[in-house]
């Protein structure tokens, strides 16, 4: 299909800046396109930093940067743009991508997002989630011209991709910059697609760093306050002097729209990623095969641990690695190549930055015990019952109790209801948790339970340690012995 070269101008857009520097700059695609004649970001080739950040606003930056900053329109089929697929790391309300249909045009299957040229290439960063599924992907530039691009990459678990456009080399590009240089409470300037409306600045500041949201193990985001929507996906996260410090990524949208809170993935996360997709289409890392929790101080205490030092196993995939390797649910790992792991993003990096096939020390405490593991690691895979028979309150009338009432329902163990005032409502079980093993040992009956808590209670513990099975997710609770 041919393109045309322009596209309408769609009218003003309003910039506004944030805090000590608040007000409005009206600024249209014509002028913004026109404000960087003459300078060194209007010409091919890498747009520098500023030799110092203004002391009066962001005009300086926006007018350097924009025009290495892209718009990015995506059809995908009405199947996937009706289910709107989220990735790993946004399974989980009130955590919300960037992105949403464009407001112009009724067709569900026309979705927008931001993305920004990182070489003399042609090659574009955008969000993994702004493509995905896509059939057809288009990159407007920040002059108007709009491209036929194609994937050549993605990264579901970092939620990066890369796009290529013909013809692309004499566009203006970023280069990633350190993120490590930015401290909170610097400024921040986000520029993006928000909702589709076309290249907007909004500054901020950078308000925390290393922030988990559940991104699948990373858990190192950049949190801003910079005012930034659905549609600014895959846009670029700038300091003051104009270097990308972060592609931004998702917002926490409890209302479902902004809030002040953002997220960006952290240029020095971004960078290698990017850099693979580009040179091989896709992201070569170490993989162990072992889902992980974290380690709570009941949970160590009912393990037989002094301290709550590490993070707990809490299952591990058939012929993985981990598998292959001895290492057992309930493993505590302390220790991964020698470094201390102190909880499962530590573990997630340290295995990440791996290439398969190396080995690794991998150090486990089991039974109280430390011990030493070797493991060769394997590559990332490609990428209503019927209630029966026992209905009994789990534990005897007197003794240890947890305080559900537990169903067999086709061979399984199921909690059908918990007591308010129970232990097992503090450890928020919740009715359908399937129950698998107490104390490491399995069970199948309310009896097998029953003789569970009473050997831990007998051992002196104050907790027994549960694995539960919950929306076929595998996961460890520690819940206290209360003895009736």
Do not use: C
């Not at 695609?29 to 003459?38: D, I, L, M, Q, T």
């Not at 940067?65 to 289910?83: L, N, S, Y």
């Not at 026992?390 to 305080?403: K, N, Q, T, W």
């Amino acid at each position: 299909m041919k393109l045309p070269t322009r596209i309408p101008h769609r009218g003003a857009i309003a910039l506004f800046t944030a805090g000590a520097l608040a007000g409005a700059v009206v600024l249209g695609a014509a002028e913004s396109a026109a404000v960087g004649k003459g300078s060194s970001a209007s010409r091919s080739g890498p747009i520098g930093e500023l030799a110092a950040p203004s002391p009066t606003g962001f005009a300086d930056l926006a007018e350097r940067v924009q025009p290495a900053v892209v718009f990015v329109t995506v059809e995908k089929p009405t199947a996937a743009a009706a289910r709107l697929p989220r990735p790993p790391w946004l399974d989980m309300a009130p955590f919300e991508r960037f992105f949403e249909r464009m407001p112009t045009r009724p067709d569900p299957r026309v979705q927008v997002g931001s993305g920004f040229f990182v070489d003399g290439e042609g090659h574009i960063v955008t969000s993994d989630h702004v493509v995905a599924d896509a059939t057809e992907v288009t990159v407007t530039l920040h002059d108007g011209a709009r491209h036929e691009a194609r994937v050549v990459g993605r990264d579901a678990r970092t939620d990066l991709a890369v796009l290529k456009i013909e013809n692309g080399g004499s566009a203006p590009w970023l280069a990633f910059g350190d993120d490590g240089d930015a401290r909170v409470g610097d400024w921040v300037v986000a520029i993006g697609n928000p909702f589709g409306f076309g290249g907007t600045v909004t500054a901020g500041i950078l308000s925390a760093r290393g922030r988990d949201i559940r991104s699948g193990g990373y858990g190192d985001f950049l949190q801003v306050d910079a005012p930034i929507n659905r549609g600014s996906s895959g846009g670029p996260l700038f300091d003051t002097r104009g270097r990308v410090i972060g592609v931004n990524a998702a917002i926490y949208a409890p209302a479902g729209g902004n809030v002040g809170i953002g997220f960006a993935v952290p240029a020095s996360t971004a960078a290698p990623v990017v850099a693979e997709l580009i040179g091989e289409g896709r992201v070569s890392r170490g993989w162990l095969g072992v889902s992980l929790q974290s380690l709570t101080p009941e949970i160590a205490e009912s393990l037989g641990m002094e301290k709550a030092e590490g993070v707990l196993v809490a299952d591990v995939a058939p012929d993985s690695p981990a598998a292959r390797a001895g290492i057992l649910r309930a493993d505590v790992v302390t220790a991964a190549g020698g470094r201390p792991m102190g909880d499962g993003k530590a573990l997630a990096r340290e295995i990440g930055a791996m290439e398969p096939g190396d080995e690794v020390v991998v150090t486990v405490v089991r039974a109280g015990e430390p011990r030493e593991i070797r493991v060769e690691l394997g590559d990332w895979p490609d990428a209503g019952k019927e209630a029966v028979s026992e209905a009994r309150e789990a534990g005897p009338a007197s003794g240890p109790r947890l305080g559900v009432r537990l169903e067999r329902r086709d061979g399984q163990l199921v909690v059908a209801g918990v007591d308010p005032d129970s232990p097992a409502a503090e450890a928020r079980l919740r009715r359908g948790d399937v129950l698998r093993s107490v104390g490491g040992v399995p069970v199948a009956e309310s009896a097998d339970v029953e003789r569970a808590l009473r050997k831990a209670a007998d051992g002196g513990r104050e907790h027994a340690l549960l694995l539960i099975e919950r929306r076929g997710q595998l996961r460890f609770v520690a819940v206290r012995i209360e003895i009736a």
